[in-house]
């Protein structure tokens, strides 16, 4: 199996903010900045041709417990070479935007828009930032920490 | 055979229960509108969870429905007269419920199957629906997550029963 973190960290030794393996599940912390040039450069190199983004969704650490709060989680794979790399992108509450991967992966289109409805992530250059789970009326973010279990919201009824 | 007491007396209860004893007719309209009624029942099925499965199995051959003459789903709720609510329904469905049930015409009856339909079930969050009695009035509530057939068979029973008795009422008190 390559060793894609030192790959990763060789060729981007500055975007790179930390690394670690368990069970040769490997993940790379990247400086939210350097996303678009990582991407870009896995999809792209023959050797590593990660075509497909499996998933990509967001944790949300309690702003009380760390900072940055949020981590962008994308979860890619290559068909030909049969590996896996996860890359991590943390969020600050404040500067809650990262960048949109619709132009690299079109599978990125409708994993951004549940980013953004479950916990308020938005996704600069996103063709169309709406929520798609909730409905529009909704208010807030179900999946963040900090809505209420038990707070309701309907469109019709009463609120139970 | 010899019957026993007990199983004659029943055997007469059953007849005297039946509308069309040899030899009667009853002669109350109302009767004999419930018991076309309550063997006529045309079901929409809302299908929206896993429970649809087991709605499945009591609909197809192997607990056939069809024998209590509910037998033929109607996917126009213009033409059917029980809705039964299938499965979660949560906040952005809850209006299709409510505007479904609105253009069924009367008289109608509702069947909510399933605990997520009955109280939401374990869904005790922001999505879902505390039960669909708080936006639709329901007849029969049938538990179980999902509900054996035979459960919903017993539904079935029961809501007859209640069309059967409710005379050209379609909803108590309406
Ligand atoms: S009651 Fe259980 S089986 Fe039925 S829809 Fe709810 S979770 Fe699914």
Request: include cysteine; charge should be neutral.
């Amino acid at each position: 199996m390559t060793d894609l973190i030192e790959v990763i960290q060789n060729k981007f030794p500055d975007l790179v903010e930390s690394s670690h393996s368990q069970c040769g599940d490997q993940t790379v912390v990247l400086k939210k900045e350097g996303l678009l040039t990582v991407m870009k450069y896995v999809q792209h190199e023959p050797s590593l041709h990660f075509n497909m983004l499996m998933d990509l969704t967001a944790v949300d650490y309690w702003a009380q417990l760390r900072k940055p709060r949020f981590d962008v989680v994308y979860h890619l794979y290559s068909t030909t070479k049969n590996h896996r790399l996860r890359i991590k992108v943390q969020v600050s509450e404040k500067e809650c935007e990262v960048d949109s991967l619709t132009s690299f992966w079109p599978s990125a289109n409708w994993f951004e828009r549940e980013v953004w409805d479950m916990f308020g992530v938005k996704f600069k250059g996103h063709p169309n930032m709406k929520r798609i789970l909730m409905y529009e009326e909704f208010k807030g973010h179900p999946l963040r920490k900090d809505y209420m279990y038990n707070k309701r919201q309907p469109l019709v009824g009463p609120v139970n | 055979m010899e019957l026993t007491a007990p199983q004659k007396e029943n055997i007469q209860k059953i007849e005297h229960s039946n509308l069309f004893t040899p030899g009667f007719f009853s002669s109350k309209v109302s009767e004999v509108v419930g018991w076309a009624r309550k063997n006529s029942i045309f079901q929409f099925p809302m299908v929206t969870a896993c429970c649809g499965m087991e709605y499945m199995s009591v609909a197809c051959s192997h607990y056939d429905i069809d024998r209590f003459g509910a037998g033929f789903p109607r996917f126009s709720p213009r033409q059917s007269d029980v809705l039964f609510v299938v499965g979660t329904i949560s906040h952005k469905m809850a209006p299709v419920m409510k505007r479904i049930y609105e253009q069924m015409t009367e008289p109608k009856w509702v069947v909510a199957f399933g605990v997520c339909t009955c109280t939401g079930g374990f869904y005790d969050n922001y999505a879902t629906v505390q039960g669909i009695d708080t936006i639709i009035p329901v007849d029969v509530y049938i538990p179980g997550c999902p509900p054996r057939p035979e459960t919903v068979i017993d539904g079935l029973i029961k809501l007859q029963e209640k069309i059967e008795h409710s005379g050209f009422e379609s909803r108590p008190g309406k």
